[in-house]
Structure formats: C-alpha cells, structure tokens
C-alpha cells in the first residue's frame, strides 16, 4: 500500500469509528455555545426592535404598521443570532478536537451556501475519551494509551481484523483470542 492511499483509509477508518461512538445529543452539544454568544443573540434581537420602534416613531408618512416593521426586524434578528451561535458552535467544536478552531471557523463562515461548514462536518476529528484502563485522555487515531500501553485497537493475532476487547472470538476468523488481547 503507498503511503497516500494508508493515509486515505486511515482517514476513512477515523470517520467509521466517529460514527459508530459519538452519539452527540442535540441538547448537550447545545451547551458548547459560548454563553456571551447567546447574549449577543439575545441583545441583536433587542436592538433590532428598538431601531424597528424608532424608524416608526420617526417616518411620519409610512404605509406599514408597527407590528409588520417589529416582525421583519425579529425576523432578522433571528437569522442572524442563529447564523452566530451557529458558528459559534463550530468554533468551540473546532477547539475540543484539538482542530485549528480559527480556520475552520472562517471556512465556514467565508465559503458560501454553508458549504464551508458542511465540509467541517465530514472533516471533523473524533473527540478524544479516557482511556478505559486509566482515563487518561487519549484519541481514536492512537493504538495504545500512552500512559498505561493499554491497547486501544486490540487486534485478532492471526488474521490482524480490529476486534472487540471483550470479544472470545475473532469475528472474522473464529480464532480464539486470550484474554485481554
Ligand atoms: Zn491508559
Ligand atoms: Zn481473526
């Protein structure tokens, strides 16, 4: 195997892994919004009606009503406190998986059509756990736990398939595995 094409299903191995362990909540992921973010959001909504009051009080002559300039002002405020905590999430995200959380927050927020951010979410690293042995934290791209050497990725001996740490038998090949393999 060349080396691009290791690095490829390395890659790809990563991704497999990330969905088969991150079960991400929408609720706690929630909760990775910078709290001042969500003051900004609350105060552009303010804000927006408070300019939505003025501009009625202050244009004598105008056709809309009130309550129609205080809806399109909501509106917007929405949009874009949304779009904000959006990209907030992106950035702190960004920073837990050891990424480059400026970078990746100017991709997505500069690429159009959100694409920039679509592309952070494939591309996205795992999110380091403990190691189950000493709870250090450790990675889905390393093998073993560099504290402890407790193997992450145990590997069936004969046929070198990734097994399950619990598992009696290979999967793949029946070959029985010691314990603690
Ligand atoms: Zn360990
Ligand atoms: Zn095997």
């Not at 694409?115 to 403990?130: D, K, Q, S, T, V």
Request: charged residues 20%; hydrophobic residues 45%; positive net charge.
């Amino acid at each position: 195997m060349t080396e691009e094409k290791q690095k490829i299903t390395e890659g790809v191995r990563v991704i497999r892994w990330r969905m088969a362990h991150e079960e991400l909540r929408f609720r706690d992921e929630l909760r990775n919004i910078p709290r001042w973010l969500i003051s900004v959001a609350v105060a552009l909504f303010v804000i927006g009606q408070v300019v939505a009051q003025i501009v009625y009080r202050y244009t004598p002559h105008r056709q809309e009503r009130l309550i129609e300039i205080m809806g399109v002002a909501a509106g917007m405020a929405l949009f874009l406190g949304l779009l904000l905590l959006f990209f907030g999430y992106i950035y702190r995200d960004a920073k837990r998986r050891g990424m480059n959380a400026p970078l990746w927050t100017l991709l997505a927020i500069f690429v159009p059509y959100l694409i920039g951010a679509i592309i952070y979410f494939l591309m996205r690293e795992p999110l380091p756990y403990n190691c189950p042995q000493c709870g250090a934290t450790v990675t889905a791209r390393f093998n073993f736990c560099p504290s402890c050497k407790y193997n992450l990725r145990p590997a069936c001996p004969q046929c070198k398939h990734e097994v399950g740490a619990q598992d009696k038998y290979c999967a793949y090949c029946a070959y029985e595995l010691p314990s603690g393999a």
